[in-house]
């Protein structure tokens, strides 16, 4: 395996509000508060209107084409669902009947059509089960059992492939995660290390809360990790290739691509900390020297690690003291779409129906 060590940069913009569902344009923000999905849609004659799509939805999570897993029910007791937002507001959703009540972590591949669940004993024993679903028809694909946990998972865009963070009992405490990767379309296939165990990354019990993160061709994965005594503690992120095994140190970042290759974009602060001034800034994922800086300085009036970025790069989202604002790029101009109750993360959605 080859590792290139470049620089360690800091992560920034990772939201963790669970909050509210609003439109903005074409890229709608979904927000679960507490339990309750809204969607805050704006139009110059209205202005922000707000619709209430679901009131029971506990651990709400969704992908950008609107697929989401939910449960109702209180912690060990839920039953659990998939359904789809679509691009006017309805919402549909299937209860999931194979999934034991006491599961906590689940997983929705792109299309909607398979889904990941894990169940596991402390650190000591995990069971991972990815399952298919055709109208109200269930298979299980594949289900693996390790001695040792799997805390976070994640498909591939086109949805053959599984990542998987994987510690041994003894490992767990130390951080000492493999990146695992699992191949659905070849049922005999073993699971395989695409990555090796990385040193300590959280000053305390390590989590891997965060899921592994896909290139749009399936081929590369961007994941946390620390495999030189020289990288920074916490925020460290590699890139791998799932063909020869490369591993990259590199930015964490929204992936894009376009002509010109894989590329991250990512917000930068400058000026110091608190000046509210930032730019985007291009970064090509297997070159993370080669930097460019896109467009304008962006004078946004407020320093915030509760930020993030839209799919088309053209909006941003923040949070002041718990009130949500959005910032077009284009127009230079900030909505605010009022107070959040309560949260802890944020999903994108674009619509393509």
Known sequence: MKIKSIACFLIMGIIAIMGVNFIYGEEILVFNDRQTVYVFSTSPDVGIT????????????????????????????QTWYKGKIDSSFNVTRQALSSIPPDVTNLAISEDGKRVAWRRSEGY???????????????????????????????????????AYFYGTPEAVDNDKFSLMLLDMKNPEKQPVEIAPPSLRTQPINPDRAIPPSWSSDS????FEARYKNEDTFLGCYYIVSIDDRTLVLSPSGRLGEDKEGKYFTRLEEIGGAG???????????????????????????VSTSNMGLSPSRQKIIYI??????????????????????????FFWLSPKD
Request: proline share 2%; net charge positive.
């Open 275 to 301: 000046s509210g001034k930032y730019i985007l800034t291009r970064i090509e994922v297997l070159s993370p020297t080669k930097k460019t800086r896109i467009g304008d300085e962006l004078n946004i009036g």
């Open 124 to 162: 000591w024993k995990s069971e991972l089960t990815i399952e298919e679903y055709v109208g109200d028809k269930m298979e299980v694909l594949r289900k693996i059992s390790v001695d040792g946990l799997i805390p976070t998972f994640s498909f591939s865009p086109n949805g053959d492939l599984l």
């Open 219 to 222: 081929k590369y994965i961007l």
């Open 320 to 345: 002041v003291n718990g009130e949500v604002f959005v910032y077009d790029i284009a127009k230079k101009a900030t909505t605010s779409y009022g107070i959040s109750r309560s949260g802890r993360s």
């Open 50 to 77: 707000k619709k209430e799509l679901m009131n029971d939805a506990h651990m709400f999570k969704m992908n950008e084409n609107g697929y989401f897993t939910m449960s109702t029910g209180t912690l060990g007791k």
